[in-house]
């Protein structure tokens, strides 16, 4: 059994300002999970927004980019674009599968998907980023999505 290192790089940034805040909280730091797909051991590094600037000492070995957006954090909005854009146009990740999750979708102050889409200028970045990029929408909170995060995970992870 081989182990892949999948570099989960997350962009979290406070709570919705309509409604409880869900009971996530953002990542400080770095955490590791291993996942069994096809019986291949996969190891996810989720490493925090916050953590922005040492993102790039991990994208020399990275095989997948799974970038996390608050959607209902319309604040940070701008802010995770650029963090967006720039893990995009590193060259060590000119290849690397990328998945782009719109998170806390089950919150009652999120925009709608074409709106949060067209603020980052999604049609624009995919059509002109070198990777291939998947968009997809969850809930951490509910699991919402999780099955179609794992199997777009598996797809690129499992060959």
């Known amino acids: 059994m081989t182990s892949k290192e999948v570099y989960e790089l997350i962009s979290l940034h406070g709570s919705c300002e309509m409604g409880s805040p869900p009971s996530t909280l953002p990542t400080v730091g ?75 979708r089950d919150m009652p102050c999120i925009m709608s998907l074409t709106e949060i889409k067209s603020l980052f200028r999604m049609d624009d970045i995919i059509a002109s980023a070198p990777q291939p990029i998947t968009t997809l929408e969850a809930s951490a909170r509910s699991g919402q999505g999780l099955q179609e995060v794992l199997g777009w995970l598996e797809s690129v992870t499992v060959k």
């Open 30 to 104: 770095t955490n590791l999970t291993d996942l069994i797909l096809k019986k291949k051991k996969v190891t996810v590094r989720e490493i925090g927004g916050c953590m922005g600037p040492i993102w790039p000492s991990y994208f020399q070995d990275c095989f997948s980019v799974i970038f996390m957006v608050d959607s209902a954090n319309i604040v940070q909005i701008s802010s995770s674009c650029i963090q967006l854009l720039s893990v995009l146009s590193a060259e060590p990740l000119r290849s690397t599968s990328v998945l782009i999750l719109f998170n806390k």
